[in-house]
DNA sequence: GCCAACGTTGGC
DNA sequence: GCCAACGTTGGC
């Protein structure tokens, strides 16, 4: 029998003119559309699983910044979006039968506030590795190891729960 | 708004 | 399979 996985931690990015953490925790949950990006989608199709926790990321932001925590409620499935002709992230080349595009479902967990802005990653120098801090690194969703994501919660002030 | 870095496309 | 052109991301 094989031993169930450990859970894993992630960094979704999002625009807040797009959809930003107030949008998301009014929601509660929501599905995660619009990855259209082979490496992501991998992510989410093959690595991000229920239980895992998410840091929820504002890019394009003034400031850029960590603004909350949440996790994931259900695995990879096809993003319907695909499918939708009216959606900006429609794809003529996709099929139901074959999904080229999937996204996860998450929850909102709690806010980070005062948002952990980029900067003050910066200056922490535990988290000089993290990919969101590498140069030209732009991966919407990206994975964070176990010990980063034990300093970006003692830095938010927010409870370890993952 | 600028532009560096990256991903994708398509001609050859 | 190479690589130039183009489009996108996202920090600043």
């Known amino acids: ?80 979006t695909q499918f939708d002709r009216k959606s900006p992230y429609y794809d003529e080349g996709s099929s139901a039968t074959e999904p080229r595009w999937y996204g996860v479902e998450i929850e909102a967990i709690a806010p980070i506030a005062p948002p952990l802005t980029r900067d003050a990653l910066k200056l922490a120098g535990a988290l000089a590795g993290m990919m969101l801090l590498q140069r030209g690194s732009r991966l919407s969703v990206q994975p964070v190891t176990a010990a980063h994501w034990t300093w970006i919660c003692r830095l938010a002030g927010v409870a370890d729960r993952f």
């Open 1 to 80: 029998m094989q031993a169930p996985k450990a859970l894993r931690h992630w960094l979704f990015k999002s625009e807040p003119s797009v959809y930003g953490w107030q949008h998301f925790e009014a929601e509660r949950r929501t599905f995660w559309t619009g990855v259209r990006n082979y490496q992501a989608r991998n992510l989410l199709r093959d690595e991000v699983k229920i239980g895992d926790g998410v840091l929820f990321y504002h890019s394009n932001a003034n400031p850029t910044a960590i603004v909350g925590l949440a996790r994931v409620i259900a695995g990879g499935s096809p993003d319907p």
